[in-house]
């Protein structure tokens, strides 16, 4: 199959399985249908339309960081009604969308943001609902980057100051106070923080009760891990164990967000080999992927496998699997056992999350196809960048 489809579709190439995203998706709607749950995507994960639009079709809510991302939701058919809106640094002109759109919820920041969207809120003659993203303070193992529930991270509202703001929001006439909210990062591998997390949200939901101010729903934020290498992978029945029962006489919808954890594994990205070369002794595969195709390894250290599609008879090497743009930094991979010739196909697993968004046009390289296949069928969901794409947007001075 991978032969046909690189033929096809050309390569670098992103590959996504449909079925394997509604598998995934199903998996976390499963372990919490016993109780008032919604699974709000995480947009930012993979935001190509079709991707969103197996989702929509699947009943899920969204969780967005922008107004580009809404609108590829809305495009998508999905329920504006179920997007919860995140992100520090909302601005005017995506506020008033999501309102207009009818959205369910911002996630809220700030004691700034509660004002700005009460604001806006007023100038469309409307009542904005919302919930306060809370930061717990609560370490993770995970790459620095990828860690946003820490005091010294920009995201949320310190739990110290949660309530002040509540009763602060309570008081603005445009806001409707629904929900509360946290994240604490990414490629979590266990499920205690969240269950560390969520008894500290639900002892703030207490303390709001003696103050009148009610809670319906709590969003527990997603970076539920996936395994590139030697991760552990993420155990949702455990997950489900320990948050169901917290859950237990409380009249409380849960929000879920996972991004990753639906789409990682349902994607490859496939590239050629362009050559091979040996330099003072160590082996490079020099492959049409680069950087700007795959930003992960480069920008956090991130592990793919990289699997031959063909397995070639003979004496595997260890190279470092490196792409043609100019960067030291341009690599797929080091140190992997592969035995490999001009034009062989490889495959780069579990790209299917923060692959494709993440890429750009760095040495005015177009962008690669996205490809989505059911069962035996192909899809061509995002053609292929022409040269002539680089330059649609941009002016020459006149002569």
Same mark, same amino acid.
């Given at each position: 199959?991978?032969?046909?489809?690189?033929?096809?579709?050309?390569?670098?190439?992103?590959?996504?399985?449909?079925? =394997?995203?509604? &598998?995934?998706?199903?998996?976390?709607?499963?372990?919490?249908?016993?109780?008032?749950?919604?699974?709000?995507?995480?947009?930012?994960?993979?935001?190509? =339309?079709?991707? =969103?639009?197996?989702?929509?079709?699947?009943?899920?809510?969204?969780?967005?960081?922008?107004?580009?991302?809404?609108?590829?939701?809305?495009?998508?058919?999905?329920?504006?009604?179920?997007?919860?809106?995140?992100?520090?640094?909302?601005?005017?002109?995506?506020?008033?969308?999501?309102?207009?759109?009818?959205?369910?919820?911002?996630?809220?920041?700030?004691?700034?943001?509660?004002?700005?969207? *009460?604001?806006?809120?007023?100038?469309?003659?409307?009542?904005?609902?919302?919930?306060?993203?809370?930061?717990?303070?609560?370490?993770?193992?995970?790459?620095?980057?990828?860690?946003?529930?820490?005091?010294? *991270?920009?995201?949320?509202?310190?739990?110290?100051?949660?309530?002040?703001?509540?009763?602060?929001?309570?008081?603005?006439?445009?806001?409707?106070?629904?929900?509360?909210?946290?994240?604490?990062?990414?490629?979590?591998?266990?499920?205690?923080?969240?269950?560390?997390?969520?008894?500290?949200?639900?002892?703030?939901?207490?303390?709001?009760?003696?103050?009148?101010?009610?809670?319906?729903?709590?969003?527990?934020?997603?970076?539920?891990?996936? &395994?590139?290498?030697?991760?552990?992978?993420?155990?949702?029945?455990?997950?489900?164990?320990?948050?169901?029962?917290?859950?237990?006489?409380?009249?409380?919808?849960?929000?879920?967000?996972?991004?990753?954890?639906?789409?990682?594994?349902?994607?490859?990205?496939?590239?050629?080999?362009?050559?091979?070369?040996?330099?003072?002794? &160590?082996?490079?595969?020099?492959?049409?992927?680069?950087?700007?195709?795959?930003?992960?390894?480069?920008?956090?250290?991130?592990? !793919?496998?990289?699997?031959?599609?063909?397995?070639?008879?003979?004496?595997?090497?260890?190279?470092?699997?490196?792409?043609?743009?100019?960067?030291?930094?341009?690599?797929?991979? !080091?140190?992997?056992?592969?035995?490999?010739?001009? *034009?062989?196909?490889?495959?780069?697993?579990?790209?299917?999350?923060?692959?494709?968004?993440?890429?750009?046009?760095?040495?005015?390289?177009?962008?690669?196809?996205?490809?989505?296949?059911?069962?035996?069928?192909?899809? =061509?969901?995002?053609?292929?960048?022409?040269?002539?794409?680089?330059?649609?947007?941009?002016?020459?001075?006149?002569?």
């Amino acid at each position: 199959m991978w032969n046909e489809l690189a033929q096809q579709y050309g390569t670098p190439c992103y590959v996504y399985d449909k079925k =394997l995203i509604e &598998k995934n998706w199903t998996a976390f709607f499963h372990t919490f249908e016993s109780i008032p749950h919604q699974i709000c995507y995480a947009v930012k994960a993979n935001s190509n =339309l079709a991707v =969103l639009q197996v989702l929509a079709k699947l009943g899920s809510g969204f969780d967005i960081v922008s107004g580009g991302e809404l609108a590829r939701v809305l495009k998508a058919g999905g329920d504006p009604k179920k997007i919860v809106f995140s992100g520090v640094g909302k601005q005017d002109h995506e506020i008033l969308s999501a309102l207009k759109a009818g959205i369910g919820c911002f996630n809220v920041e700030s004691q700034f943001e509660l004002g700005q969207i *009460n604001q806006l809120a007023k100038s469309v003659g409307m009542v904005a609902p919302i919930a306060l993203r809370i930061n717990p303070d609560i370490p993770i193992k995970s790459h620095r980057y990828i860690a946003t529930g820490l005091k010294e *991270n920009k995201f949320g509202i310190p739990i110290e100051e949660a309530l002040f703001l509540y009763l602060y929001a309570k008081n603005l006439p445009h806001l409707s106070i629904v929900g509360i909210a946290c994240h604490l990062g990414s490629q979590i591998q266990d499920a205690e923080p969240y269950l560390i997390a969520l008894k500290k949200l639900l002892g703030l939901v207490d303390e709001l009760a003696k103050k009148n101010i009610r809670i319906t729903q709590c969003d527990i934020g997603g970076g539920y891990s996936v &395994k590139y290498h030697d991760e552990q992978s993420f155990d949702l029945h455990k997950l489900g164990k320990v948050i169901l029962p917290e859950f237990k006489n409380r009249n409380l919808k849960l929000l879920v967000e996972p991004g990753r954890a639906i789409v990682a594994d349902s994607g490859v990205l496939l590239t050629k080999v362009i050559s091979t070369k040996v330099q003072s002794g &160590k082996n490079f595969v020099i492959v049409d992927a680069a950087m700007n195709d795959l930003i992960r390894p480069a920008l956090y250290e991130a592990y !793919h496998d990289i699997v031959p599609c063909n397995k070639r008879k003979g004496e595997e090497k260890e190279y470092d699997v490196v792409g043609p743009v100019c960067e030291t930094g341009d690599f797929l991979g !080091h140190h992997r056992k592969l035995c490999v010739e001009k *034009n062989d196909l490889l495959m780069i697993m579990n790209t299917g999350a923060y692959g494709f968004v993440m890429s750009s046009n760095y040495n005015s390289r177009p962008r690669c196809a996205e490809v989505m296949v059911d069962g035996e069928k192909s899809y =061509l969901v995002r053609a292929r960048e022409t040269l002539e794409n680089l330059w649609e947007n941009e002016i020459c001075l006149p002569e």
